[in-house]
């Protein structure tokens, strides 16, 4: 079945940035709406980003401004763009594809917004 991997997490100091990946393989990538979630420790899982298959975009509150979800149909590949970070941000950050039929995770990435 499909097949989600994220990568880019790691260490960042607060006002940092990262860029996070999430490469799709074994779907057809441009009919499915793609978004970024994340899971602080103790925390529910909570949507962060979204890009539909037409490129229309949405992002929690708590990111607006600051993040940028984008898709590179060609790449079957999804980025978030994470800038101005806080230690707020420290979470998973899981990958997700959607379409009528099939939902698809990713196993997550870590991102430490430390100093």
């Known amino acids: ?10 260490l960042v100091q607060p006002g940092g940035s990262v860029r996070l990946s999430c490469a799709a393989s074994r779907i057809t990538f441009s009919i499915y709406a793609m978004s970024w979630y994340r899971q602080a420790p103790g925390k529910q899982r909570e949507l962060v980003a979204t890009i539909t298959k ?55 990435t870590q991102v430490t917004v430390s100093s």
């Open 54 to 108: 037409g490129g229309s975009t949405d992002y929690a509150d708590s990111v607006k401004g600051r993040f940028t979800i984008s898709r590179d149909n060609a790449k079957n590949t999804v980025y978030l763009q994470m800038n101005s970070l806080k230690s707020e941000d420290t979470a998973v950050y899981y990958c997700n594809a959607r379409s009528s039929l099939h939902h698809y995770w990713g196993q997550g």
């Open 1 to 10: 079945q499909g097949q989600l991997v994220e990568s880019g997490g790691g």
